[in-house]
C-alpha cells in the first residue's frame, strides 16, 4: 500500500511538474504580446503639435509623450520669469509664453534631448499630468538656468504635477548658476537622485524642494559644492 500511494504520489507531482513547464512558454508568450502592444502603441503614436521655440524643436504626440530636441536655445521674451543668458545676463521668460504650454495638460512623459542651452529654466512647470522625464542625451554643460524647471502653482491653488521619481543623475550642473523653485510645489515627489553634480558656479537655491510634502529621499544631496 505504501509503495502504491508513493506511484500516486510520484504521478501527480509529474502531472504538476508537466503542467508547470507547459504554462511557462504561454506566460512568455503572453509577457511578449504585452510588451510587443505597448511597443506598438509607442511607436504608432502621432504628433499633434509640434513648433520651433527658439533654436529648438519640440513636438507633442497623442500619447502623452513631449519631446524637446535640438542646439542652442530657447526664445526670449519680455516678460515673464528671470533666466540667465550664455553671457551670465538675466532676461525675463514667461512660463506661459513659451510656445508648448498651451498644451500642458496633454504632456505625460518628457523626453529632453538638447545640447547647447544656457537656460532651460520653466520648461515643464504647471504640467499637471507630467509623469516622467528623461535627459538621456542632453548635454547640459553650458546651461546656466534651471529654475522653476518642474514648479507648479498649487501653493495658489492650481493642481501639482504627477511626478514620483525624477533622475537628473546625468545632468551636467558644472555650469549652473541658478536652480530655485526646481521642484517647488511638486507635492507627489517622493524620490530624487541628483549623485555627481558638480555645482562650484551655482549661487541661488533658493526654494529649491519648497512644498515637496511627500519628499522621502534626495539620492547624492550631500556632495553638493
Known amino acids: 500500500e505504501e509503495k502504491s500511494m508513493k506511484r500516486k504520489l510520484d504521478a501527480s507531482l509529474c502531472m504538476i511538474s508537466m503542467c508547470l513547464v507547459s504554462a511557462v512558454p504561454v506566460m512568455h508568450a503572453k509577457a511578449e504580446n504585452n510588451a510587443v502592444h505597448v511597443q506598438d502603441s509607442r511607436a504608432s503614436a502621432k504628433v499633434v503639435h509640434s513648433g520651433v521655440c527658439g533654436d529648438l524643436k519640440w513636438s507633442i504626440k497623442d500619447n502623452g509623450e513631449f519631446l524637446l530636441e535640438g542646439s542652442g536655445s530657447l526664445a526670449k521674451s519680455d ?16 512660463s506661459n509664453e513659451i510656445a508648448w504650454k498651451t498644451y500642458k495638460n496633454e504632456i505625460k512623459h518628457a523626453k529632453i534631448r ?62 549652473a548658476i541658478r536652480m530655485s523653485q526646481l521642484f517647488w510645489g511638486c507635492i507627489n515627489l517622493e524620490t530624487v537622485n541628483i549623485s ?15 512644498s515637496c510634502n511627500s519628499l522621502k529621499k534626495i539620492t547624492g544631496i550631500e556632495s553638493l559644492d
Do not use: H, Q, R
Open 79 to 94: 516678460f515673464g520669469s528671470f533666466v540667465i543668458d550664455k553671457d551670465g545676463k538675466e532676461f525675463f521668460m514667461a
Open 114 to 175: 538638447v545640447k547647447n542651452a544656457t537656460s532651460l529654466a520653466s520648461i515643464l512647470s504647471d504640467c499637471p499630468n507630467l509623469e516622467t522625464v528623461d535627459f538621456t542625451g542632453s548635454d547640459t554643460s553650458k546651461t546656466l538656468d534651471f529654475a522653476g524647471m518642474f514648479a507648479t502653482e498649487y501653493l495658489w491653488g492650481s493642481p501639482s504635477n504627477k511626478l514620483k521619481s525624477v533622475d537628473l543623475s546625468m545632468l551636467d550642473t558644472s555650469s
Open 196 to 210: 555627481g553634480w558638480k555645482t562650484p558656479n551655482l549661487t541661488d537655491m533658493t526654494s529649491m524642494f519648497d
